[in-house]
């Protein structure tokens, strides 16, 4: 069986790329997708404590997060879509004009 | 020794996917690295036993999740100063952060108790009959409830988006209005 200290490096590098990911790229749908990543990061860790554990109820958070991950993503993909039917772009630059 | 191999080249394609979306400049591309991501980490997940949660991520994550992000990219393929310049002037800031977070949760891991690997019987706990059962029998309550929470989300957020279109069209006509 692998290392899980290996499985945690790797979930924590994926976390880490993914929140300067979000921090560096300039396109609005690259960044939700880095969100993503970001969430699949936490997710591995979720995933390996839960079979140290062995415990069910960890495997049905993990389930609650991807139905919350599709929820997430099915109201933002939206609301990105009439951001830019306003300001035709998706450059986050574009919208510093953003009240609230 | 052989599942530690393929542990560790599900591993590196997962970490080599994250790399991949910082380079490549088109959004359907880096959304292509992200499901190879994805792919790789349902991978991992079926080899340390976890068979639903390997299932759930190929079936919600790449199966909903990324297919919707298709259709918006498609949607949007908007070539403006996002699809020029790839970087943000955040970038040396964010190379820094890179360094500093991923060398302090490295650290964290390298200095702190050798974790035991994981117990054997999880292949027989987390297959599909037994999840189901004890998501049936326990957790049903659980996941109702957070269901019916983003529902209620869901609905408001439509709620607001209609309101800002119907103010967008109003503003649209009163202006064509004002121009003829």
Known sequence: MADTTFLLAVSGLLFTLGLVGVIVRRNLLVILMFLELMLNGVILSLAVFTQMVGAEAGAVLVFLVFVVAAAEIAIAVPILLLLVRAGHSLDPGAYGGLKG | ?180
């Open chain 2, 1 to 180: 020794m052989i599942e530690t191999f393929f542990m560790s080249v599900f591993a590196l394609g997962a970490v080599l996917g994250a790399v991949a979306m910082f380079f490549l400049r088109h959004p359907m591309r880096v959304a292509l690295a992200l499901i190879g991501t994805m792919l790789s980490l349902a991978a991992i997940y079926a080899q340390l036993g976890l068979h639903v949660i390997a299932i759930f991520q190929v079936l919600v994550y790449v199966g909903a999740v990324m297919v919707f992000m298709v259709y918006a990219i498609m949607l949007l393929d908007t070539r403006d100063r996002s699809f020029t310049e790839r970087f943000s002037p955040l970038l040396v800031a964010g190379a820094i952060g890179l360094v500093l977070l991923g060398g302090v949760l490295l650290s964290g891991l390298l200095r702190g108790e050798p974790i035991s690997a994981a117990s054997a019987s999880a292949g027989e706990l987390f297959s599909i009959g037994p999840f189901a059962r004890a998501f049936m029998d326990r957790f049903w309550l659980y996941f109702a409830l957070a269901a019916v929470l983003l529902l209620v989300a869901e609905i408001a957020a439509s709620a607001v988006l209609e309101i800002r279109r119907r103010s967008y069209a109003q503003a649209a006509t009163e202006a064509k209005r004002d121009h003829g």
